[in-house]
């Protein structure tokens, strides 16, 4: 179940990289291959059985994989050094301003639909 | 032949997912946040490259390896959407709307307070794409004049500061239900803010999976016309 699992991903993730490059697509090709396994889970092409156990294990353990990416970023320390505190400064007020935006308008809307509005 | 292994992916992946049990292990039984493991499996790393004079090509070759399947675990994000469907098409318009609102307010705060601040113009622009998954970010600024290394290392410290406070910043302005943390978080901090959702809320985590998609189109079309008006 495990390998199966992971080789419909992979097929996705495929046939959404070919896509993502082929068309010049601004959109990564997993997010693509996402997309696509989400229509064929729908159409019921691909069930979700088979997906189960595969997704489980990359799912809880996602924070795993971007952990050299965190790494990579040693190699152009520099570049942030020069100009540190607009970098360090934009980008943290940014992240928690988008934070706020983004849930207080989604709460927002769910609660006034709730409400019949 | 200790070089040759240290060169080779094996030193790369081990180091990785050692360092991940390990600060795992501490996240765990310290329960302090701040103590974040993808934060922490990172300082360990490179504290060691720094210390054994380690180049970063040699670990990039295992990194790679351990990086690869964050694009399998990307299309699993389907799995959790297509079990949760009913809820999620419930919630479209709130969905829609947050994922858009959050969109223009990072470019606009990003780019906008670096400018204020003084930043030179490459970096005004390599930050406009910072709350958008890293392949997307990367093609985004180097549309738009950015410096794509330093692109790439501003969205993975957007990613870990919305893992780090995400949830608890979120629930501490009033953004309680699932949905509307998930989709704040994923829109915010791309996936490894979605990573940390995941760990206690798969609805959430869900949600946060398909803002990351929502806000790379949006900010992919969207950034390049702000461009073309300010530069």
Known sequence: MLIRGLAVLLLFQFIGEGLSTSLDLPIPGSVVGMGFLLLALGLGIVRVEWLQAAAELLLS????????AGVGVMVHFDLI?????PIVLATVVSTFAVMAATGWTAKSLSIRRKDGC | MVADLVAGP?????ATLTAYALAQVL???SGMVLLNPVVVS???????????EIPYTHYAAGGRVVLFLLGPAVVALAVPLYQRRQEILAQKVPILAG???GAVTSVITAAGLAWLLGASREVV???APKSVTT???IGIAEKIGGVAPLTASVVVLTGCLGAVCGPEFCRWIGIREPTALGLAIGTASHGIGTARVLEFDRIGGAVSGLAIGLNGLLTAFLLPLIYLVFR
């Open chain 1, 61 to 68: 353990h996602m924070a795993l994989f971007f952990v050299p």
């Open chain 1, 81 to 85: 050094a020069r100009e540190w505190l």
């Open chain 2, 10 to 14: 094996l030193f790369g992946v081990t």
């Open chain 2, 27 to 29: 996240y765990l039984r």
């Open chain 2, 42 to 52: 990172v300082a360990g790393i490179v504290t060691l490259l720094l210390l054994a």
């Open chain 2, 99 to 101: 994922v858009a609102v």
């Open chain 2, 125 to 127: 622009w390599s930050l």
């Open chain 2, 135 to 137: 392949p997307v970010a």
